[in-house]
Structure formats: C-alpha cells, structure tokens
Nanobody, 121 residues
Framework: VQRLVESGGGLVQSGGSLRLSCAAS????????MAWFRQTPQKERELVAVALTDGGTAYADFVKGRFTISRDNAKPTVYLQMDSLKSEDTAVYLCNVKFQTAPWSDEATSWGQGTQVTVSP
C-alpha cells in the first residue's frame, strides 16, 4: 500500500460527531487489518479501533459505545464514526493498514499522515 489518505478531521464541540475516512491506494496481494490509532504529545500512540478482514472489529475501552469502525473493501477505505466526543479525544488520528504484497510474503504496514481532531469543552 503506497498511499493512505485520511480526511474528516476538524474542530467540534464536546458531545458532537465526526467521521474520519482513510482511502488506500497502490498495489497489494491482500489487505489484512485496517485500523485507527491516535497520538498526542503527552501520550504514546494508542490503538483506537481495528476492522479485520472477516468483518470482526475491536475497540479500545475508552471509545466503546461511542466510536464505530467500518471498512469498504471495494474502495478500499476504512471509516471511523466518532460520536459523543469528549475533550480527551483530542489527538492526531492515524490510519494503519496491514497488507501482503504477495500470498507468500510477510505482512507489511502502512501509516497515513494523520488528521487532527480537536474537541472543545
């Protein structure tokens, strides 16, 4: 995956919603997991949510019930619907995709450039 383009970040009030998108382009044999991470200057990068190839999803405890991850394999794009946003959700959100360049190859990882989400109190 040569390129991941994220969009949808911005400024929102506490309690509001945003929807992030991450579109993948390039070449690959198989796309595996597609995920969202977030990072702030005060904290290490942390996993927010992941969407698996079998349709399964997993979430960090701090977003369960508020965020929803989904993927469209035809595009291919991964989305993160963020509802009931809190000021502590303020961070740079980064897209992460694991893929294989050939059926026999090791799994590789691509990262997006990040999109800023700012939640005002």
């Amino acid at each position: 995956v040569q390129r991941l383009v994220e969009s949808g970040g911005g400024l929102v009030q506490s309690g509001g919603s945003l929807r992030l998108s991450c579109a993948a382009s390039g070449t690959w044999s198989k796309l595996n997991s597609m995920a969202w991470f977030r990072q702030t200057p005060q904290k290490e990068r942390e996993l927010v949510a992941v969407a698996l190839t079998d349709g399964g999803t997993a979430y960090a405890d701090f977003v369960k019930g508020r965020f929803t991850i989904s993927r469209d394999n035809a595009k291919p794009t991964v989305y993160l619907q963020m509802d009931s946003l809190k000021s502590e959700d303020t961070a740079v959100y980064l897209c992460n995709v694991k893929f294989q360049t050939a059926p026999w190859s090791d799994e590789a990882t691509s990262w997006g450039q990040g999109t800023q989400v700012t939640v005002s109190p």
